[in-house]
């Protein structure tokens, strides 16, 4: 975090600044009513996984803490940026915003090395000495340190979604947000990228996950929110959320993704 | 196995053929067409002079080296400078046709609908005879050079322009996505990240506009250019006349199809690896 809270601030809410602060979030497309009012506070260095069947709109949700999606309705506010007022510079707030993509969307006619610099370099305006050593150090973190001068197209969805990760924390993001990071792999690649995202957990990030990993979920998130149709049905501890969960909606939907052929 | 299929008689038509004996009849039919025009050709043409006014093997001295000192370089510069123009002018008006601003949108759509509904010789025409009525106090610079490669560019920029489109809107809208989530403005990931892709993508249809453009080239001869400032196909003429023979405009042909065929080569190889990318 760039700058710690003060007293003052942590004496004004009772406790420190939230890193995202989601309040009222409503996005519709067209007649389509998305989210339907969504509240959600993450606190800095936790990580919350999001959970619940497709269609649910945990991805929009994910996609609006950015502003990818413009929300319909509603505020967001990240590391102390209010993102939905008229004037904020986005380009600005997004720096520190670190995004992975279901599909990696990796720059397909840049190197990995350059995937991961080119950022850095074009908008935080780092020199390139500084920026390649960056990302040198951001690539072997993330076990794909061999690869720096491989383009894209030749390597695994594995090593493409760990490259997208070490190209998000170049940026020294506050927050680091997931969208399904593992749903476009192989089974064999799902475990490596987890390792990364747990190991980043460890290390204090904030992370916002959207995911159907419940191992992941149970295992590394400090909460689990479980979305239906718009909304959030139920959150909490991963243990009550996963091991118990209260609502009929969140039971069925656990039922139908952990035991997927019995009835 | 195959006998007993082929002594099953084949559906009769109204003539009484099967299939196979109409389809062996049509080509017969094609091959007799063929001879009848070779034999009223052989008969009909004096072979002699054909060869005498448009295959001179005398008139290989005469037009060398002026066909291709002049002739081809003055093509080459005229292609080169228009299509450069082209290019730059033609992903200005791509970008802008893809704007979110209305205005810049609107004047995208007119500037392409009218340099592709008009014809390249009457753009030649108002740059070359109007523009100079109407600014007699200015000059486009390095004349002609300046005018054709302005005309040319402005008739290529409309047909780049839409290929240039057709490449952005084909980069996946993930990239964009990727960049803008990295902080990168609108511009810059316009830039940085789609415009690369984009080109990439359209290389071919590309190449194959230089094609063009180095055919239209030829429309200089209608804006009455110098014997130094002469194209392939002035040049072609001029000696031509000059020699009362069309060996020269044979001679300037193939000089076209000694680039034309080449690159023609290279897009459809071009293509070929793209399509196997995919």
């Known amino acids: ?91 600005k707030a997004r720096r520190r915003i670190g995004m992975v993509f279901q599909q990696f969307n990796l720059f397909p006619h840049l190197t990995v090395l350059e995937n991961v610099t080119v950022a850095m370099r074009k908008v935080l305006k780092v020199d390139k000495k500084t920026a390649v050593e960056t990302a040198r150090g951001q690539l072997a973190s993330v076990g794909v340190g061999d690869k720096a001068g491989e383009y894209p197209a030749r390597l695994s969805g594995g090593q493409q979604q760990r490259v997208a990760i070490a190209r998000a924390l170049a940026m020294r993001p506050h927050l680091m947000l997931f969208d399904e990071p593992t749903s476009a792999l192989d089974p064999e690649l799902v475990g490596d990228v987890l390792t990364v995202m747990r190991d980043l957990a460890e290390s204090g990030m904030t992370m916002l996950v959207v995911t159907h990993e419940m191992g992941f979920a149970r295992e590394v998130a400090d909460r689990v929110v479980f979305m239906d149709d718009g909304v959030i049905v139920e959150e909490g501890a991963p243990a009550q959320v996963i091991g118990d969960p209260q609502h009929e909606r969140t039971r069925t939907f656990l039922h139908r993704v952990l035991h997927p052929i019995d009835d | 196995m195959t006998d007993t299929l082929k002594a099953e008689p084949g559906p009769r038509t109204r003539t009484g053929l099967t299939p196979r004996q109409r389809r062996n009849f049509g080509v017969g039919g094609q091959y007799v067409a063929l001879v009848a025009v070779v034999v009223i050709a052989i008969a009909v043409v004096d072979w002699s002079r054909i060869q005498d006014n448009f295959f001179n093997p005398d008139m290989l001295g005469k037009v060398w080296p002026e066909l291709f000192t002049i002739g081809l370089v003055n093509t080459v510069i005229y292609t080169v400078s228009g299509y450069a123009l082209g290019f730059f002018l033609g992903l200005l008006i791509a ?184």
């Open chain 2, 95 to 278: 970008v802008m046709r893809l704007s979110s601003l209305r205005l810049n949108r609107l004047l995208a759509h007119g500037y392409i609908e009218i340099f592709r509904g008009v014809p390249a010789l009457l753009v030649f025409l108002i740059l070359a005879f109007g523009l100079p009525i109407a600014m007699p106090d200015r000059e486009l610079p390095f004349p002609p050079y300046g005018t054709v490669a302005l005309a040319l560019g402005l008739v290529s920029a409309a047909y780049m322009a839409e290929t240039f489109r057709a490449g952005i809107q084909a980069v996946p809208k993930g990239q964009i996505e990727a960049a803008r989530s990295l902080g990168m403005s609108a511009p810059r990931a316009m830039v940085t990240i789609v415009l690369p892709q984009a080109i990439r993508i359209v290389i071919p249809p590309l190449t194959n506009e230089l094609i063009l453009l180095f055919k239209d080239s030829s429309l200089v001869f209608a804006i009455g250019i110098t014997a130094g400032t002469a194209d392939l196909s002035k040049i072609g003429n001029d000696l031509a006349t000059e020699h009362s023979n069309s060996t020269p405009f044979v001679l300037a042909g193939l000089t076209y199809l000694l680039i034309t065929v080449p690159l023609g080569y290279v897009v459809r190889r071009l293509e070929a690896r793209q399509a196997k990318a995919r």
């Open chain 1, 1 to 91: 975090m760039s700058e710690e809270s003060t007293a003052e601030e942590v004496v004004e809410h009772g406790y420190a600044r939230p890193m995202v602060r989601i309040r009222g979030l409503h996005k519709s497309f067209g007649d389509l009513q998305v989210l339907k009012g969504i509240d959600i506070d993450v606190k800095p260095g936790e990580v919350v996984c999001v959970i619940g069947p497709s269609g649910s709109g945990k991805s929009t949700l994910l996609r609006c803490v950015n502003l990818l999606e413009r929300p319909t309705r509603g505020e967001i506010e990240v590391d102390g940026v209010v993102l939905t007022h008229r004037d904020c510079d986005l380009d």
